[in-house]
């Protein structure tokens, strides 16, 4: 399969090796670290906040997001429980749990969920770290899952920025960071032995009641959970049967796919066309991202062309890329036309 290497090969210019953790080593995490009392002034509230862009209708819905997986030991058991529910959800998976979980990221999305990004490292990252990150994470994802994933961003710990901001939108993350209106604080409930102080007085050391209890609270909106959590995995059956007796029902965030820039036809189609370079990067945009690489003697179409960028279509392992929703360039000079 064409896939697995390719993502095996995006993995392997990393420069950074990644660990996986399991499940049991993660520390807990705090992705609300104002909680309750979050400052809504419009500095502390980037990242935190739900974008008023994503236009969620909040009457009585409820959007699920599980955070900081892909978990081995956890998704899977999530997964089934969404089903049985025929409740819509949305992943927001770490870059560094993506390797050797390939096989559940595509099941996340063949059940009709949303896979997301919560950036490559669960870090509050530097600047400049983060510009490299969103579009290495993008572009592994949607070679992972063969489509371009739906362009939507959770940052560890809710830490934005307006610098951070700008890049995601420079990305096609057009809402920037997305936060949540309802915080399970499963973290603190499966890493603190059951209590959590965080929560109000009554339930601290009941996680279904606080969770039900805070939903039911707000009324609506977007919930966060962990699906590294096996407190999550263990009681969303009860919590959201609970939420369905008491009227609630569960919708999807709009998936935001990828602004695809359409190349401008400068020149006629070529239907044959070979690759005359040793090898020959094909990129996702003109300049993009690498997503793929042609040997010398390769065949393609061109379809268009954007400067010295043609829009290409090729078959490969029987698939064929470079389609509207999965557009694939080269570079005029690694080919000839005739
Ligand atoms: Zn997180």
Redesign the pocket.
Known sequence: MRLPRVAALALALLPVACTVESAEEFAP?D?DPMGDSVDVSEAGSIGVRVPSSLNLDRSRKFYLTF??GPSAQYTPQILATLRAHNAPATF?V?GANIAGNESILRDIVARGHLLAS?QWS?VNASVANFRLWVPRQATLLDTVVGSPIPRLF?Y??GAGSAEKETILRANGYSHGGIGWDVDTLDWCYGGGGGRCDRASAQYRSDFVGWTVSEAARRGGGVILF?DIQGVTARNLDTILTRLEAMGFTFAQLPSTQPTVTAPTVTATPVPSCTVTAETANVRNRPDGDVVGTLMRGATVSVRGASGDWYSVRYTQAGAELGTDSAPRFMHRTVMSCR
């Open positions: 995490r992705d955070d900081d927001f770490t919560h669960h959770r560890p710990y962990h």
